[in-house]
């Protein structure tokens, strides 16, 4: 039997600003735009100089910060996240930005990522006196910096940080100002703008054209900057550096209007539809993809083939996020709620179904399965992404390696279960053409190729492959 409905989630999105009257108000919008990263919790804290202010809660966006919450985050700075659980779980102490209060001062963090080293760490933390407060990685931080002997915030925070390893996009906030980092490998996006005097940190470009800021460049890797009534100042905290993007930033997480390492987004996609229509050609009617992160490559497939693109399922969007999930018996009703397809468009014809990926293949299986039910003859499913055979460490919840369908079996396997007529990944090499790419340099393919980037830890294997 296949696994249960579960598709990739990606743990979060970080929004900051500094130096800017309506910096919460900026941080709302950003995070807004940033909603796709995480649904499932959501915070600000913001600084007026003097003291640190947050409010969170589980839920989305819109839902926790209504215009009375608003009304107590007052100041010129805030960092703000939204959440996607997977390292420490959901629940509302787990929530970010998390803010802690001592005698030296306030200290806010938000992160985007997974640390592969935060037991280890946590255990050497709690043998020393450490309490964690929380069950997320990121609070590993925090106990760092106050733990190390530097006399300056800035030292502490680069001895901390060079303590980590993993993924992780840090906002660190005090009552006068903003610190930015991410790891030597830049696993996460990240980028700075400004929008006038202030500047503005986010995980994704989108988030600047909707409140109205200019990109000015990406993070780079093992970079920390600092940013105060002074102005902004670029340090190192790691010397050594090998730059690996995420590559499912461009296949499935990122909005099509974001732009990644002066890749934008969309075209990535589309791109990789082209490629796709050069590997797996076919004699079909119709092109379809599954809304929304494939569209972008079921044109480029289209356009690359000359079949004609249509609407051929089309994605309910009122069904929320706590949407009760269907009894056994009733599953199948369940795909129906929240897509459909449409039988004017498919019936009778030979259709090829793009999708990002197939994670547990139960997904993929349903949505063929409203294809045929709809009257489509034939269904070639092709998949912008190789296969996904191994687990990701970096913030990705794609789970233990055993619910992975591809990491035991083959692509023909894979298509008798989903019960395709054909079934085509893209190749690796396929991928980074895509990308403007010659070779694998400069990305993370850990996911299809299990050669990660970064050293992983016996626990975290532990778990990540357990049977």
Do not use: W
Request: aromatic letters at 8%; glycine letters at 10%.
């Amino acid at each position: 039997m296949l696994p249960e409905i579960k598709g990739l989630n990606e743990e979060c999105g970080i929004f900051g600003v500094f130096g800017h009257q309506d910096a919460a108000q900026l941080t709302y919008y950003g995070l807004h735009s940033l909603q796709h990263r995480g649904q499932e919790g959501t915070g600000i804290v913001v600084s007026d100089g003097k003291k640190l202010t947050g409010v969170k809660g589980e839920g989305l966006v819109s839902e926790i910060f209504t215009t009375e919450a608003m009304k107590d985050l007052e100041g010129s700075a805030a960092i703000g996240h939204v959440r996607y659980a997977t390292a420490g779980g959901g629940g509302y102490e787990n929530v970010q930005p998390l803010l802690f209060h001592s005698q030296t001062g306030s200290l806010a963090l938000a992160h985007n990522g997974n640390l592969v080293n935060a037991n280890s760490l946590k255990y050497q933390l709690e043998s020393q006196g450490s309490i964690f407060q929380t069950s997320s990685d990121t609070e590993v931080l925090a106990h760092l910096v106050r733990r190390s002997g530097y006399p300056h915030l800035k030292d502490q925070v680069k001895n901390a940080l060079s303590m980590l390893k993993g993924a992780y996009a840090y906002l660190i906030m005090t009552e006068t100002e903003l610190m930015v980092a991410l790891d030597p490998h830049g696993l996460r996006p990240l980028s700075l703008g400004c929008l006038g005097d202030a500047y503005v940190v986010a995980s994704e470009t989108c988030a600047f054209d909707v409140v109205g800021a200019e990109y000015i460049r990406d993070i780079m890797p093992g970079e920390l900057l600092i940013i105060n009534e002074n102005g902004l100042t670029s340090e190192r905290f790691a010397i050594s550096t090998t730059k690996a993007i995420c590559t499912m930033e461009y296949i499935y997480f990122s909005r099509p209007d974001s732009n990644i390492q002066g890749i934008n987004v969309h075209t990535a996609r589309k791109n990789m539809g082209k490629q796709l229509a050069v590997e797996a050609p076919f004699a079909a009617d119709v092109v379809t993809g599954v809304p929304d992160s494939s569209i972008s490559a079921a044109i480029g497939y289209a356009e690359a083939t000359g079949i004609p693109y249509e609407m051929g399922l089309i994605k309910n969007r009122y069904v929320g996020r706590t949407f009760i999930q269907p009894s056994q018996s009733l599953r199948e009703q369940g795909v129906k709620m929240k897509l459909s397809a449409v039988r004017g468009v498919v019936e009778g014809k030979r259709v090829v179904m793009v999708d990002d990926s197939i994670v547990r293949g139960t997904t993929s299986r349903r949505i063929v399965n409203l294809l045929k039910e709809a009257g489509a003859t034939e269904v070639h499913v092709v998949i912008s992404s190789p296969p996904i055979k191994n687990p990701c460490f970096y913030g990705i919840d794609t789970s233990t390696k055993e619910e992975l369908i591809a990491s035991d079996k083959s692509v023909e396997q894979i298509r008798e279960l989903i019960g395709a007529d054909s079934l085509t990944f893209i190749s690796v090499e396929g991928m980074m053409k895509a990308l403007g790419q010659e070779g694998t340099n400069g990305y993370c393919l850990g996911c299809f190729t299990g050669n990660y980037p970064t050293e992983i830890y016996p626990d975290t294997l532990q778990y990540y492959y357990q049977k």
